[in-house]
T-cell receptor
Framework: GESVGLHLPTLSVQEGDNSIINCAYSNSASDYFIWYKQESGKGPQFIIDIRSNMDKRQGQRVTVLLNKTVKHLSLQIAATQPGDSAVYFC???????????FGKGTTLSVSS | KAGVTQTPRYLIKTRGQQVTLSCSPI?????VSWYQQTPGQGLQFLFEYFSETQRNKGNFPGRFSGRQFSNSRSEMNVSTLELGDSALYLC?????????????FGPGTRLLVL
């Protein structure tokens, strides 16, 4: 699979590869993190979330890793499919509030 | 369950006009948040309403306002529109708006200011 250490605005992978999308969050007080997928013309769609007392959480074909030491979040997509092509955003939430702070987004392009 | 719905989906206005956007949350959800999405600034939090009260507010000028009705439906209003207000306005709902609660987004209203 393809992996990037720092946030990149775009990521291109082949169908069947594993994809890793990275995100650096801003606030050490953030305690809830979410990944959203946004397809063209649609609103963000919830993929997976993780709380700060965890460092890994798995869903269907997706895994989120949280490294609080370096304030880093990653989304791993297994066996990437053309339908996974979209913009992926990480978001963080601080305990005292409900506002989500979004990262810049990574456009994932999957070619078959 | 029906998702979050927003109306209208598309809107064209001219500078100086005002606009009202509407959001219906998922049935049973009482918290509604609004976000602005632009290519340059990304997704930015505008405000959040719960039980008809604004609980949180982002860093936007007073021209941006909102309200929530007793059925949890929410409206946001932008007065004296500027070109820079052209954006996708997204509404998200959650059950009680508590921290660590998932927010579900609607499809957005795309506003173009000419």
């Amino acid at each position: 699979g393809e992996s990037v250490g720092l946030h990149l605005p775009t990521l291109s992978v082949q169908e069947g590869d594993n994809s890793i999308i990275n995100c650096a969050y801003s606030n050490s007080a953030s305690d809830y993190f979410i990944w959203y997928k946004q397809e063209s013309g649609k609103g963000p769609q919830f993929i997976i979330d993780i709380r700060s007392n965890m460092d890994k959480r798995q869903g269907q074909r997706v895994t989120v890793l949280l490294n609080k030491t370096v304030k880093h979040l990653s989304l791993q997509i297994a066996a990437t499919q053309p339908g996974d092509s979209a913009v992926y955003f990480c978001a963080e939430s601080i305990q005292a509030g409900t506002a989500l702070i979004f990262g810049k987004g990574t456009t994932l392009s999957v070619s078959s | 369950k029906a998702g979050v719905t927003q109306t209208p989906r598309y809107l064209i206005k001219t500078r100086g006009q005002q606009v009202t956007l509407s959001c219906s949350p998922i049935s049973g959800h009482r918290s509604v948040s609004w976000y602005q999405q632009t290519p340059g600034q990304g997704l930015q939090f505008l405000f959040e309403y719960f039980s008809e009260t604004q609980r949180n507010k982002g860093n936007f000028p007073g021209r941006f306002s909102g309200r929530q009705f007793s059925n949890s439906r929410s409206e946001m209003n932008v007065s004296t529109l500027e070109l820079g207000d052209s954006a996708l306005y997204l509404c998200a709902s959650s059950l009680d708006g508590t921290p660590q609660e998932t927010q579900y987004f609607g499809p957005g209203t795309r506003l173009l200011v000419l």
